[in-house]
Nanobody, 125 residues
């Protein structure tokens, strides 16, 4: 079992930046892909970005491309989501999860085995 801990959320003005962290406790991400999803009030959880821990494959949803970047730190066993030029519509609870599914299925939350507790991101206008 993989326990995930997200951090880095908060309140920021539109145009600002935040960096979210997803750390794995007790074991490494090793052969997993780590994904970030977000859920706005009254909406379904949606895929945002993902990165394969072994190798450099990444994916970012079109709505945040050019503003959000996903990266990893092997030494810290942590995956980051750098969010720049934030907009009010980015307001959501952000979750990280892990999967071993193929890249074409990274967007499917049902493919993820474990999830963190989520971190709130609020962007004011």
């Amino acid at each position: 079992q993989v326990q995930l801990v997200e951090s880095g959320g908060g309140l920021v003005q539109a145009g600002g930046s935040l960096r979210l962290s997803c750390a794995a406790s007790e074991r490494t991400f090793s052969d997993y892909t780590v994904g970030w999803f977000r859920q706005a009030p009254g909406k379904e959880r949606e895929f945002t970005a993902a990165i394969r821990w072994s190798g450099g494959n990444t994916a970012v949803v079109d709505s945040v491309k050019g503003r959000f970047t996903i990266s990893k730190d092997y030494a810290k066993n942590t995956v980051y989501l750098q969010m720049n030029s934030l907009k009010p519509e980015d307001t959501a609870v952000y979750y990280c999860g892990v999967t071993k599914t193929v890249r074409s299925n990274w967007h499917a939350q049902s493919a993820y085995y474990y999830w963190g507790q989520g971190t709130q991101v609020t962007v004011s206008s």
